[in-house]
Each structure stands twice: as C-alpha cells, then as structure tokens.
C-alpha cells in the first residue's frame, strides 16, 4: 500500500527556519504529483506548494511564495519543504500528499484532488 511519511516538523522562533521531508514507500515518487498542504486549528486545509511529476513545475500560495521551497530526490523517493523565515501564521499541521492525476500545472492543487495523504507533521512557530 502507498505510504507517505512526514518529518521535520517542530517549534521554532518567528524568523526561524524548518526543512520537512515527505519519504515514499511502495511507490515511485517521480511518477506522482506531490504536495504539501497545511491545516490549522478550525481553518480548512489549504495548498502550501506542489511540485508536478516529470518534469517538476513547483507552485506556491502566494501567503508562502519567496519563502517557502519544494524540491525532490527521485533517487531517494523524497519531497522536501524547506520553510524559512516563519511567522506565527505558519503554525498548522502539515501534510505532503501525492495525486495521480497530472497536478501542479498551472496551480496548486485542492486538498480533494489528492489520492494518499500522510499523518501530517505539526509546526509551531513561537516566541
């Protein structure tokens, strides 16, 4: 069965920096459209960034863009974020999702486009 399994998360200072990894097993990674999407408490979850298959076209929400990067490691099966700069408004749970579906294109993708979610990593950004 696909598995998705998010890491890095954790509590760091306004201004300060994370990196979360998204690992995949029993799937090849490349083949998916990868996202990360982020959901605070009572808020919607909503598209952080998204990277497509093949030819990896990044998008970003524009609450994120200049400060947040996605990337992957086809040889390691991973997605990365690297998350710099954070304000108190990045504080949610993040998860990293992948969509068989060709996404990314020209948006970011809604949550209901993705097919396998992981458990979600929490950030929590604080004095």
């Known amino acids: 069965q696909v598995q998705l399994v998010e890491s890095g998360g954790g509590l760091v200072q306004p201004g300060g920096s994370l990196r979360l990894s998204c690992a995949a097993s029993?799937?090849?990674?490349?083949?998916?459209?990868i996202g990360w999407f982020r959901q605070a408490p009572g808020k919607e979850r909503e598209g952080v960034s998204c990277?497509?298959?093949?030819?990896?076209?990044?998008r970003y929400a524009d609450s994120v863009k200049g400060r947040f990067t996605i990337s992957k490691d086809n040889a390691q099966n991973m997605v990365y974020l690297q998350m710099n700069s954070l304000e108190p408004e990045d504080t949610a749970v993040y998860y990293c999702?992948?969509?068989?579906?060709?996404?990314?294109?020209?948006?970011?993708?809604?949550?209901?486009?993705?097919?396998?979610w992981g458990k979600g990593t929490p950030v929590t950004v604080s004095s």
């Open positions: 029993r799937f090849t990674l490349d083949y998916y459209g």
């Open positions: 999702a992948a969509a068989i579906q060709a996404i990314c294109i020209t948006t970011i993708p809604h949550y209901y486009d993705m097919d396998y």
């Open positions: 990277i497509s298959s093949g030819d990896g076209n990044t």
